[in-house]
Nanobody
């Protein structure tokens, strides 16, 4: 059973930075794609970033150039570095893991709250 635990959320001013981490247990993450979703109140959950087993990355257009996803397979961790945060980035961020290349994520973390406000 895979478990994903996020950390690093909080309150930041517009233009600031946050670093989210997701620690995985129960499986070898190097064999799986992982990523981050977010969901703001009243909005659908959206994919923010995904990192493939090859190391390739995909980003939502709204975060390109500001967010960077990375993975440390030895530490079973992925990180989302978020820079130049905007109020519209405020949401609950969820770590996700896919066991297949296509389709929905199969495992989710409990979420970490990101608030962007002055």
């Amino acid at each position: 059973q895979v478990q994903l635990v996020e950390s690093g959320g909080g309150l930041v001013q517009p233009g600031g930075s946050l670093r989210l981490s997701c620690a995985a247990s129960g499986s070898i993450i190097s064999t799986y794609d992982m990523g981050w979703y977010r969901q703001a109140p009243g909005k659908q959950r959206e994919l923010v970033a995904r990192i493939w087993t090859t190391g390739s990355t995909d980003y939502a257009d709204s975060v390109k150039g500001r967010f960077t996803i990375s993975r440390d397979n030895a530490k079973m961790t992925i990180v989302l570095q978020m820079n130049n945060l905007k109020p519209e980035d405020a949401a609950t961020y969820y770590c996700a893991l896919w066991t297949a290349a296509f389709g929905s994520a199969d495992y989710w973390g409990q979420g970490t709250q990101v608030t962007v406000s002055s």
